[in-house]
């Protein structure tokens, strides 16, 4: 049977809502609380020059111990590590987790752990802490808090939104990531009261398939006009509310397109949260116009690359939906970064103009795909055909995508703790060569979407390409 409306509803709302109202709301509060996840992790990039400055420069701040030694780049890179590391090793446990307990109480839990921690590390500086260790577990806790938030919030959104216009929906969606970082702010507190839930729990039916389909309320329990399909969910569940039992990660990982699509990922975000942890701290670094900036300059500069991101989030979406190639987009993407990075490096040095310009060009098409893959594919992935309608498996699949993704996020900013060292030249040919990996493990999909959409693979008696293995995602019923 359905739980009911969760307490917060039943507070916030005045009169019954429209199913079209509730995914307003769920749109606008999931969208509120990955602010508050993602503006939790900016700081640490923003305050890098002060803790370690640049010692051949004049600058006002000394540092902080144990990060103004020689070692401190590194360190920080070491920091950055730690961080995503448990950020990725906890995305597979919570995704699980996700599918298995309910997600209000889920990320209730996960929002307020992870402001704790990354409170705590803050408080190293009033405590007056000069210990490695204690900055270090500080993030790797935090990273473990914060593994709970995203399969959690993409989970909700596929429960709520069918796949008419999905990548379009969840490219304006995941502005959340950008504007979390621009912004900074802690609003956690304001969401916390606010739970999600099931379109079941406010008497909806399941939401899986087409958007006309679901505009139904349900009447003493009963979809009306929707008797088949009840019967159809509780069939494929545990025959008591239509939402299905969990999978298992093994199960999640043989759905065509999982693995290929984390593995692109993976260098999606080692270029993408390369620039997120590093950016401001190579603006201090680099003369522009012939001057060096402040810290507090460079942290509002970085920025820009960010409100790129919210652009390209938005048209990788709307592409994606208007081509039905979720790999055709991602790649071209990825593919079209690698001339706007050497851009950025060689001329963004040149004036002020420039470096705003090439960096927001870079943003929007390094975190185009990134948004692209985290949302609309992995919701996609997530509600394909061979789970028959099981909406256990959202979270999972999107934390195997992301948590292997969050694998590369982590390596990127730890090899650019290195490799800076020697020189940002070094740092930027890594990332152009992350890039074009991530385009290449897309091209067996993109090969499948070109074959489908030119009529090659309709022999006599095989399955519909667009039920295929890279279509799933990638079509929906119309």
Known sequence: MSRGPPPGINLF????????????????????????????????????????????????????????????????????????????????????????????????????????????????????????????????????????GWPSVVAVIGNWFGKRKRGLIMGVWNAHTSVGNISGSLLAASVLDYGWAYPEDVGFCYIHGDEEEQRVKTVGGVVEGEGERERENQRSGDGRDGRGKSIGLFEACMIPGVITFAMCLFFAKLVAYTFLYWLPFYLTQTEIGGKYMSVKAAGNLSTLFDVGGIFGGILAGYMSDKLSARAITAASFMYAAIPAMLLYRTYGNVSMHANIGLMMVTGLLVNGPYSLITTAVSAD???????????????????????TGSVGAAIGPLLTGFLSTRGWDDVFMMLVLGAFVAGLLLSPLILAEIKEKTGKTRPNGQQNPRDSASQPLLQEER
């Open 381 to 403: 992935l997530g509600t394909h055909k061979s789970l028959k309608g099981d909406s256990r498996a959202l979270a999972t699949v999107t934390a195997i995508i992301d948590g």
């Open 13 to 148: 709302r005045g009169k019954e809502w429209s199913l079209q109202t509730y995914r307003y709301m769920v749109l606008l509060i999931t969208f509120i609380a990955y602010v508050c996840y993602h503006a939790s992790r900016k700081p640490t990039g923003i305050v890098k020059s002060v803790l370690c400055p640049d010692a051949n420069k004049k600058h006002k701040y000394s540092g902080w111990a144990p990060f103004n030694g020689p070692n401190g780049v590194s360190k920080l890179g070491e920091i950055d590590l730690a961080f995503l590391a448990c950020y990725s090793l906890g995305m597979y446990v919570a995704g699980h987790l996700g599918d298995s307990l309910d997600l209000r109480l889920f990320l209730t839990t996960g929002m307020v752990g992870s402001g704790i921690f990354v409170g705590l590390f803050g408080m190293g500086f009033f405590m007056n802490v000069h210990e490695f260790w204690f900055y270090l577990l500080m993030q790797m806790i935090a990273g473990l808090f914060q593994a709970t």
